[in-house]
């Protein structure tokens, strides 16, 4: 499989994890090396979000004056779909862990389902706003929604591109345990995106 | 001119002095700053020199050692095998980068608090019967405002006038920036003083002129091709030529003021931010 | 293979992860072009920026020339480049030329040869590893900086020209309202694509010294260059993205036409062009210390070697670089102080910014006094170290006078910031770039640079960037703005223009002067004097394998025991007769090593 890590040869053990230490560094390094790939992405959101509450500290009113508040419903179910999809992933990790990599498979087709849903459901909301006289050139209350929300959906279009490279040998019935460390990563990236999500739900639309 | 120093003020003072008065002297130009005409310029001239004289000895002691050491501790002498890591080693290096912070960065943030507090974020109140004038700078000219005899802003009695500001000495003027379109900085090199013009807010500034004449209106801040000649001309006058001045200007606008013209009216009520 | 319990590692604190040794790449595509080695990596590096580095300088000169000869032809180029002006730099080229000339340098010169060259060549090396953690992400890292260069090259070439708005970029004048034109807009697309680059190498830097680190090798024993170039990749991950964000945003405002940066009505929300200076500052002051921190690392290693002495206060310089870091992103306010952020905001700004210069100061104490009683030895990479502390002497002490709010209202955007900027990030990290290669191209080609040229280029390079940059420090004192096309419309500052006209004079002589070091570095990569395994007689561990080392570096991943600066140890001398050791060897008398600790 294509990698930007190389974690050595493959070691087919009958243990879920590769016994030699060598590789089991690597897979520590490539775990330390992709905390600090989301510790950077992190710091972009931060960025993003920061300036958020600066634009939004200068309005006099928020949403200003004329501008319609946003739905909350759907972005609401949107938030659980993406919680749901980081706690399939997890599953289907932890049965990659303790040996039962059949059962892998099916997680994974749940979060990757999960989150296509998600998209499909954000596109509905972009639409229904838009609708509504909400466009990312109307105004800064736009420029925030559309511009959050869409960067956002960029990552779980990545990630789900990711999940989709391991779905691929997944269900070509490929025995992903030798390469658990990689699935891990891939999590990792997952679940960074849905804690995303939920700062993004929670200051976007909640607050 | 009263100024707060830590202890190395007499030293520095003295030297500050000595050195000022023989450059001034030299170049009659103040070590080629432009004219200072206002009534706070000084304070940063000042600053300007004091950091000079205090910069300038640490320097020289920093050459000093090294082309010492070049000299003395050259290829072939005994080097001391040291880490300079013991307890002496980090008090030398504690006292020194003391001395040099409480010392140098001490005064001059002393000095700095002060002139914020007591001229720059000082602004007249309405007491002290300020001039106040608005101004918009654009791409690429400064629009100003002058509120007329009504003094209200965005009447017909504004005097407008483009890249050039009339002002009477020895009287505070205070100015609200704002912009057009990008972002542009209202620069009076001969009052040590700039500030920037933002798109969406207003900026204070305020100075006041001890002489009479005229100076330049700078912009510094990159605004597109014709930054460089965004320019305008302060004239500072005498109470009187400024009423003159004044009269004349209000009795022109009266005419030339269109108030159906809404584009021209780009004034705003002096309070909002 | 490591001989090492993982679980118990005795030396040097942590785990140790140890690289197998790969084959050797045969054709010539894996061998020079996509190669995941990172010595080559480090070359093709050091080539794209000395590349970009050429022509940076050559739109100084464009500048300079215009500047001192206001109307006036550019020779040579000046009909190829300004042919819709007759050959003069107009007002409209000179903003891009001002722009461009600041990208290039930070993003494709500077970067490029110090982070990516130098921290690709000199981390792996000097902790005793095989290669980076990540080969591939490395080779990608590179890759990346090709297409953003491309990208740049490419926003030359399309109507309305190359970006226009500053290095720095501010809006309202960088988003449509004042630059509309795809340039711009690919402009921001190639920093983008530089600064993803910038960080995948710093994912593969700060693992690496997490990581790879030989046995015995302690974060307190390795070299200080490793230091400066980790706490650079530190600073690049967490602030690199602030950039990102920032730019993601103007690319939004140009493109999809949303208002983050666009000042609305008085009375709607509206966007705020302030909150981009605060993004972009947020990630440009600490960015100025991604710049320095190498040639600081650099610098605090070539001055214990050639003075023979250990570096002073080692701890205390590592703490001290560490400090500017944390402070890095607390003092960038002093960018801000004529907009309309707050007063107080301001003085708290003012204030951080003074004490950020303590550990600065520090880091000078420890070279001043690391030369203090050496025998100090001044081959060609000393001289530009020295000239490295000199300049950054000079030009940090200069900050002072822009940290103090009330000479910064008048100094702010003056050539007294320019000069500023210059002699601390310019010519220190120009004069330490230079050091670097003097110093390790002999470990780079097997070969010797030749060492008479080289000090004709030192003072080629010292003597003109001094005069240069502190004439520019008068022109500002005199109150000259900067980015003027043509500073002969302000009646102040006529008087100026001969102090312009001299600083352009010798701007030509710092140009014209590196052809010197291009010749030296040409000639030598092919035809110089074979280089011994350790020519500088120092101790850290790039130095114990043949010049250059072999694809896979070392036979025998080695047993780190004694620190970087262990000049004239007495020991080690009355035992070897020599005024240095290795780090992998014990130093005589000394306790074996497996009970050594970090």
């Known amino acids: 499989m294509n990698a930007l890590v190389d974690t050595g040869p493959a070691v087919v053990m009958p243990s879920h994890l590769p016994a030699a230490p060598h590789a089991r560094k690597r897979e520590r390094s490539a775990y330390l090396g992709m905390a600090i790939f989301l510790g950077t992405w992190t710091m972009m959101f931060a960025g993003l979000f920061f300036s958020y509450a600066v634009v939004r500290n200068d309005a006099p009113t928020w949403p200003p004056i004329g501008e319609p508040r946003l739905p909350i419903g759907l972005p609401a179910l949107n938030t659980l779909l993406l919680l749901g999809s980081s706690a399939t992933l997890a599953k289907g990790l932890k049965r990659l862990r303790t040996g039962r990599a059949t059962a892998f498979p099916g997680w994974l087709a749940a979060t990757i389902v999960l989150g296509v849903l998600f998209l499909a459901l954000q596109i509905h909301v972009w639409l229904s706003v838009s609708e509504g006289g909400l466009h990312a050139s109307t105004g800064i209350y736009g420029s925030v929604f559309y511009g959050l929300t869409c960067f956002h959906a960029l990552h779980v279009i990545a990630g789900l591109v990711i999940l989709g490279a391991i779905a691929v040998p997944a269900f070509a019935g490929r025995n992903l345990t030798a390469r658990y460390n990689l699935v891990r990563l891939s999590a990792m990236f997952w679940h960074f995106v849905d804690v995303v999500w939920v700062v993004m739900f929670v200051t976007v639309y909640v607050l | 001119m009263k100024r707060h120093c830590s202890a190395l003020a007499p030293l520095v003072s003295a030297s500050c002095l000595l050195l000022a008065g023989r450059a001034h002297a030299a170049t009659g130009k103040d070590w080629g700053r432009?004219?200072?005409?206002?009534?706070?310029?000084?304070?940063s001239d000042q600053l300007f020199n004091i950091t000079t004289v205090s910069v300038t000895i640490l320097f020289?002691?920093?050459?000093?050692?090294?082309?010492?050491?070049?000299?003395?501790?050259?290829a072939g002498s005994h080097a001391h095998y040291e880490h300079g890591i013991g307890r002496s080693h980090l008090l030398f290096t504690a006292v020194v980068s003391s001395i040099i912070f409480f010392g140098v960065d001490g005064t001059l943030l002393v000095n700095a608090f002060e002139d914020i507090h007591a001229a720059y974020w000082n602004y007249p109140t309405a007491a002290e019967n300020p001039l106040?004038?608005?101004?918009?700078?654009?791409?690429?000219?400064?629009?100003?405002?002058?509120?007329?005899?009504?003094?209200?802003?965005?009447?017909?009695?504004?005097?407008?006038?483009?890249?050039?500001?009339?002002?009477?000495v020895n009287k505070p003027v205070y100015?609200?920036?704002?912009?057009?379109?990008?972002?542009?900085?209202f620069y009076l090199p001969n009052f040590r003083v700039k500030r920037d013009a933002m798109p969406g807010t207003t900026t204070d500034m305020w100075f006041q002129a001890t002489e009479t004449g005229a100076a330049e209106i700078g912009c510094a801040q990159h605004c597109g091709v014709n930054h460089y000649k965004m320019r305008g001309v302060l004239t500072i006058q005498s109470q009187a030529d400024y009423d003159t001045w004044y009269k004349a200007a209000v009795a022109d606008a009266r005419l030339r003021n269109d108030m159906s013209d809404k584009e021209s009216q780009w004034g705003w009520d002096w309070e909002s931010k | 293979m490591s001989t090492h319990d993982e679980a118990h590692d005795s030396h040097g604190g942590g785990e140790h992860e140890e690289q197998h040794i790969h084959p050797e790449p045969t054709s010539f595509i894996r061998k020079y072009v996509f190669s995941t080695d990172h010595k080559v990596i480090a070359k093709q590096f050091i080539w794209l920026g000395l590349c970009w580095l050429a022509i940076g300088g050559t739109m100084a000169m464009m500048i300079r020339w215009q500047l001192a000869n206001p109307g006036k032809p550019f020779p040579i180029l000046g009909g190829l480049v300004f042919g819709a002006s007759g050959g003069v730099v107009s007002p409209a080229s000179y903003t891009s030329l001002f722009t461009m000339h600041g990208t290039i340098m930070i993003f494709f010169a500077i970067t490029p040869i110090m982070i990516g060259g130098f921290g690709n060549f000199c981390i792996p090396l000097m902790i005793g590893a095989r290669d980076m953690i990540f080969p591939l992400l490395n080779a990608l890292s590179f890759w990346f900086m090709v297409l953003s260069s491309c990208v740049l090259v490419g926003s030359f070439f399309v109507p309305m020209g190359a970006a226009a708005a500053g290095w720095t970029n501010y809006p309202p004048l960088s988003v449509n309202i004042g630059t509309p034109g795809l340039g711009q807009t690919m402009w921001v697309l190639g920093i983008f694509l530089a600064g993803t680059s910038t960080i995948m190498g710093a994912i593969n830097y700060i693992t690496t010294v997490i990581r790879l680190r030989a046995p015995g090798m302690g974060y307190f024993k390795m070299p200080l260059t490793v230091w400066g170039l980790w706490l650079t990749a530190i600073l690049n991950a967490l602030f690199v993205p602030v950039l990102g964000s920032a730019l993601i945003l103007q690319f939004m405002d140009r493109v999809l036409g949303t208002h983050f940066f666009v000042a609305g009505a008085f009375v709607k929300g509206g966007g705020d062009p302030l909150l981009y200076q605060h993004l972009f500052w947020i990630f440009g002051h600490p960015e100025v210390y991604i710049l320095i921190l190498p040639a600081w690392g650099v610098i605090s290693d070539l001055i214990p070697f050639f003075a023979r002495k250990p570096a002073y206060g080692y701890k205390l310089s590592v703490f001290a670089m560490s400090m500017v870091c944390v402070l890095s992103a607390l003092v960038y306010g002093h960018h801000m102080f004529t907009t309309s952020m707050s007063p107080l905001l301001g003085q708290g700004f003012m204030v951080l910014t003074m004490i950020i210069s303590?550990?600065?100061?520090?880091?000078?104490?420890?070279?001043?006094?690391?030369?203090?009683?050496?025998?100090?030895?001044?081959?060609?990479?000393?001289?530009?170290?020295?000239?490295?502390?000199?300049?950054?002497?000079?030009?940090?002490?200069?900050?002072?006078?822009?940290?103090?709010?009330?000479?910064?209202?008048?100094?702010?955007?003056?050539?007294?910031?320019?000069?500023?900027?210059?002699?601390?990030?310019?010519?220190?990290?120009?004069?330490?770039?230079?050091?670097?290669?003097?110093?390790?191209?002999?470990?780079?080609f097997g070969r010797q640079m030749n060492m008479g040229l080289a000090k004709l280029h030192f003072w080629l390079s010292f003597i003109p960037i001094n005069v240069v940059f502190c004439i520019m420090l008068a022109v500002g004192l005199g109150g000259m703005q900067r980015r003027l096309y043509d500073p002969s419309v302000y009646t102040t500052f006529q008087s100026l223009q001969s102090l312009n006209v001299w600083i352009s004079r010798f701007a030509y002589l710092l140009f014209f002067g590196q052809v010197f070091f291009v010749y030296n570095f040409v000639y030598s990569i092919f035809r110089g004097e074979k280089a011994s395994e350790n020519p500088w007689e120092v101790g850290t561990l790039e130095w114990t394998i043949p010049s250059p080392p072999p694809h896979h570096n070392y036979d025998k991943i080695p047993l780190v025991v004694t620190g970087p600066h262990e000049f004239n140890n007495p020991a080690v001398l009355k035992a070897t007769g020599r005024d240095w050791i290795a780090q992998d060897v014990p130093i005589p008398g000394d306790l074996p090593a497996e009970s050594q600790s970090a």
Request: hydrophobic share 50%; proline share 6%.
């Open chain 2, 175 to 185: 100015i609200k920036l704002r912009s057009k379109d990008v972002i542009h900085s």
């Open chain 2, 34 to 43: 432009p004219t200072d005409i206002s009534l706070d310029g000084w304070r």
């Open chain 2, 60 to 74: 020289l002691i920093m050459c000093g050692i090294i082309l010492w050491a070049l000299a003395k501790h050259r």
């Open chain 2, 132 to 168: 106040t004038v608005e101004v918009m700078a654009q791409q690429w000219a400064w629009a100003i405002r002058y509120p007329g005899p009504d003094g209200k802003f965005n009447t017909a009695d504004d005097i407008v006038t483009l890249n050039d500001l009339h002002v009477p």
């Open chain 3, 358 to 444: 303590v550990p600065a100061e520090i880091l000078f104490l420890n070279w001043l006094h690391t030369m203090w009683h050496g025998a100090i030895r001044t081959p060609p990479p000393m001289m530009f170290a020295l000239g490295v502390v000199f300049v950054f002497g000079l030009g940090g002490l200069t900050g002072l006078y822009l940290a103090t709010i009330s000479t910064d209202l008048y100094l702010h955007d003056t050539y007294f910031v320019v000069g500023h900027f210059h002699l601390t990030m310019a010519a220190a990290v120009f004069l330490g770039s230079f050091a670097s290669i003097y110093f390790w191209f002999p470990k780079m």
